[in-house]
């Protein structure tokens, strides 16, 4: 497979590695090797890669910043399709209609709404993600989703064919979309709706957004954004708080003194050690409260057992 991979990357001039530590590609920090890792730079290319390991039956994850994701110690065995700034061109179709391929950064692209007075990006600014993983779990922070501006999307299927999503099609609710329940299909690119507004109001919107991440969410450690779903009629950070959980602490994973409904990594954390800490974390909540919490980062290369948290 090492052969093949490396010469169909090698024809579509992709660049090829080979044990690639995932500690270095994702927010956390945590992580082993993966086996083969691609940086793809186009639809053809991705699509290729896909209808091979599709034909080998050989396991492949898509990855863009690493901003949701925790993976395994043992790393994993696979392919990993990194979908970033080779593939991240951005273009407009229209005044307020925005098309971004799946691996442009979020804040780039709020970067660029602000440039041409475009407002709907602004909350989704400060979340350290591509614009592809955004739609994929539907991102969303002050109250503001993907959802509200996200009019269409092009993918590719486990064959390596592309296809279009209409905005209803996308079927988007709280960190949910087509693409969570397709995880086999990969985002190659979204077209957003945005709206004119006044460039003041834009910039004092975002600025407003950053003020507030940088004093409520503790960014100077590593993490994976909120470790948990938000519960029905609840918030995660508010019934860990009430459970006299913050400052937990597993080894060098602990939950934020700062913002209880983030898991940090202090130094060298494991992925085995954040994931006890969850399930911790998990059993006292419920114990106490009733409520059960689901862990929002997605789990890389972790075994279905260890991923439990009941």
């Not at 690639?20 to 086996?35: E, K, Q």
């Not at 979908?83 to 307020?96: H, K, L, N, V, Y």
Request: negative net charge.
């Amino acid at each position: 497979m090492k052969t093949k991979l490396k010469q169909l990357c090698d024809s579509y001039q992709m660049k090829f590695l080979t044990d690639v530590p995932l500690s270095g590609h994702t927010t956390f920090h945590i992580g082993g090797n993966a086996d083969y890792w691609i940086e793809i730079n186009s639809v053809q290319g991705l699509g290729a890669v896909r209808q091979l390991c599709t034909e080998h039956q050989h396991p492949c994850f898509v990855m863009g910043r690493g901003s949701n994701i925790l993976a395994s110690d043992d790393g994993y065995r696979g392919v990993i399709l990194h979908i970033g700034s080779a593939f991240s061109d951005i273009s407009f179709t229209d005044e307020t209609t925005v098309v971004c391929q799946s691996g442009a950064m979020l804040s780039t692209v709020a970067k660029i709404a602000e440039e041409h007075h475009l407002s709907g990006m602004e909350a989704l600014s400060g979340i350290p993600g591509t614009i592809g993983g955004a739609l994929f779990m539907n991102a969303g922070a002050y109250k503001r989703e993907m959802k509200d501006i996200a009019c269409s999307c092009t993918y590719i299927d486990k064959n390596g064919t592309e296809h279009t999503l209409s905005q209803e099609e996308l079927d988007l609710y709280y960190r949910h979309s087509f693409f969570t329940e397709h995880p086999d299909c990969i985002i190659t690119s979204v077209t957003l709706k945005l709206c004119k507004d006044n460039p003041e109001e834009i910039t004092s919107r975002m600025q407003d957004f950053s003020e507030r991440r940088k004093s409520k969410q503790p960014l100077n450690f590593p993490s994976a954004g909120s470790t948990f779903k938000r519960p029905k009629d609840n918030f995660a950070s508010k019934l860990i708080d009430e459970c006299g959980l913050k400052g937990y602490q597993v080894g060098d994973a602990q939950v934020s003194e700062k913002h209880a409904g983030f898991v940090i990594n202090l130094n060298h954390a494991t992925c085995a050690q954040v994931l006890r800490l969850c399930r911790d974390v998990h059993d006292k909540v419920l114990a106490e409260t009733g409520v059960i919490l689901e862990l929002e980062p997605v789990l890389l290369g972790v075994q279905e057992g260890d991923a439990s948290c009941s």
